[in-house]
């Protein structure tokens, strides 16, 4: 069966220092790969996507994700957090289409100044 | 810009009383879709919608209803409500093969 998983529930970094949200899949075939940015009451937010082609895809707001396939991971990264960066990060994988989406618990990211 | 509008940010009602929670996109989307969102579990599917009067169950239709009239309308309905479904509601939409698009949610609470 499909599944999404994401380790961390909680991730705290300090303002400017690096980001790595993980973000593994089961799944045989090449899914359709999103990540959304949840702020606190809101919404999700897309922030980036992979349909195909190259596997390193840029996104909103600075982010970007890495697809590997031998990993089935879809990384979450950016160079440099800033405050308003916390926030809910979830990643979500559709096995066939866009519309039946599985979606991970979520990584909640606190940055501290 | 897509623009998903759910007509309650904050909802409190009492067990046993019908509950409609209302959703409007402004982009023609074809799909629509509702998910509840509790802490631990992730999103959830509820019910979705590929056209108007279309409707499919999700992963936990139980004790849901929904309906589409109009394309750009698609209600939720809770018959019955009772305490296990307080919960956070996102409504979402999409055209097909597209990324899907979020409302801000409506925070349910039923006492």
């Known amino acids: 069966a499909q599944s999404v998983t994401q380790p961390d529930i909680h991730i705290t970094v300090s303002e400017g220092a690096s980001l790595e949200l993980r973000c593994n899949y089961s799944y045989g075939a090449t899914p359709y790969l999103f990540w959304y940015v949840q702020s606190p009451g809101q919404g999700l937010q897309l922030l980036l996507k992979?349909?195909?082609?190259?596997?390193l895809v840029q996104g909103i707001k600075g982010f970007e994700a890495e697809f590997k396939r031998s990993q089935s991971s879809f990384n979450l990264r950016k160079p440099s957090v800033h405050w308003s960066d916390a926030a809910e990060y979830v990643c979500a994988v559709g096995a066939e289409n866009t519309d039946k989406l599985i979606f991970g618990t979520g990584t909640r990211l606190q940055v501290f100044p | 810009d897509v623009k998903v509008t759910q007509s309650s940010r904050y909802l409190v009602k009492r067990t046993g009383e019908k509950v409609f929670l209302e959703c409007v996109q402004d982009m023609d989307h074809e799909n629509m879709f509702w998910y509840r969102q509790d802490p631990g579990l992730g999103l959830r599917l509820i019910y979705f919608?590929?056209?108007?009067?279309?409707?499919e169950k999700g992963d936990i239709p139980e004790g849901y209803s929904v309906s589409r009239e109009k394309k750009e309308r698609f209600s939720l309905i809770l018959e019955s409500a009772s305490t296990n479904q307080t919960s956070m509601y996102l409504c979402?939409?999409?055209?097909?093969?597209?990324?899907?698009?979020f409302g801000d949610g409506t925070r349910l609470s039923i006492l």
């Open positions: 992979y349909f195909s082609g190259d596997t």
């Open positions: 979402a939409s999409s055209s097909d093969n597209q990324p899907q698009h």
């Open positions: 919608s590929y056209d108007v009067k279309m409707k």
